[in-house]
Structures are given as C-alpha cells and as structure tokens.
C-alpha cells in the first residue's frame, strides 16, 4: 500500500499510539463510571429487599403476608427495578455518550459478584424456609446491601484511578 504524503516519525508514531491508548482507557473509565447516585440507592435497596421477598414466597406457611401477595411485591418490584435500570442507562448514555460496559470492570470483582450475590440471596431464602429462622434473611439483607455499597466505592475509585 503506497501512502501519499510523509510518513510520520518514530516519535510522532509513539505520541499517536500513546493518545490512542489514553483514549481508549478514558472511554473504558467513562464506560466504568459507577451509577447516579439515585440508581446506586435504588440498586441497594432492591439488593436489600430480595431475601426477605424470597423467604416470603418460599416460606411454608405464609410469613407475615400470603405467598401470592410476596409472589406480586416480588414481580412488582422487578418491574420497577428494570423500568428505573433502563432510565438510568440511557439517561448515562445521553450524557456521557457511552453505554455503561460491564466487560471493561475487573473481572477479579465481577466474577465472584456474579456468581456469589444470587448464592446469598436465594440461598437465604432456602435456609429460611428449612430452618424457619428469618435471620437467615436479615443477614443476606444487609450483606447484599454492604457488597452493593462495597461495588459502588470500589467503581468510584476505579474511575478516578483512570481520570
């Protein structure tokens, strides 16, 4: 392939593939970014609330409400969590101009996040509804809540690590 024009320098070359990586690790930053705040509290409280939603439809008896009533507070909630994560999704893409990625986060985090988060909350559920002892569902509460906090900080620091 001939190119028409000068070739550019050893140096100018390097300082080319040096701004392409930095844009390339500032879009991966900004794909990165953590949530707004109000999806980050929405997120934990949905997070929170799961155990003790699922105990309640996988309880043997019904616990506190019936189970068709945990079973309608369980789809609800999804409903509105997934009509606010698609708000706050295209909301981040009209302002930044980037999707929030997933691939771009430390896989070391988000693999055991993936794999260990629905372990805890369903697994709650299912010690509740074996033992019958609701703590089960407190302490995946507020252990689900804390690693939501937990992700949220770390995200925070990773993108001001790549600012």
């Given at each position: 392939?001939?190119?028409?024009?000068v070739?550019?320098?050893p140096?100018?070359?390097?300082?080319?593939?040096?701004d392409?990586?930095h844009?390339?690790?500032?879009?991966?930053a900004?794909?990165?970014?953590?949530?707004p705040?109000?999806?980050f509290?929405?997120?934990?409280?949905?997070?929170a609330a799961?155990?003790?939603?699922?105990?309640g439809v996988m309880?043997?008896a019904?616990?506190?409400?019936?189970r068709p009533?945990?079973?309608?507070v369980l789809?609800t909630?999804t409903?509105v969590?997934?009509?606010?994560?698609?708000v706050?999704a295209?909301a981040?893409?009209?302002?930044t101009?980037?999707?929030?990625r997933?691939d771009v986060?430390p896989?070391?985090a988000t693999?055991p996040?993936a794999?260990g988060?629905p372990?805890?909350l369903?697994?709650?559920a299912?010690?509740f509804r074996?033992?019958?002892r609701?703590?089960w569902?407190?302490a995946?509460?507020?252990?689900?809540?804390?690693v939501s906090v937990?992700?949220h900080?770390a995200?925070?620091?990773l993108?001001?690590?790549?600012?």
């Open positions: 392939m001939e190119t028409h024009g070739r550019p320098t140096e100018q070359a390097h300082a080319a593939l040096a392409t990586a844009i390339r690790s500032s879009a991966a900004l794909a990165s970014t953590p949530w705040n109000w999806f509290v929405t997120l934990t409280l949905y997070i799961l155990p003790i939603t699922y105990g309880a043997e019904d616990w506190l409400l019936p009533a945990w079973l309608a789809l909630s409903a969590y997934v009509a606010l994560f698609v706050a295209r981040w893409r009209d302002r101009g980037v999707a929030l997933f986060l896989k070391r693999v996040l794999v988060l372990v805890l369903v697994g709650a299912l010690a074996f033992t019958g609701p703590a569902l407190l995946a509460s507020l252990t689900g809540a804390a937990g992700f900080l995200f925070v620091r993108h001001r690590k790549t600012s």
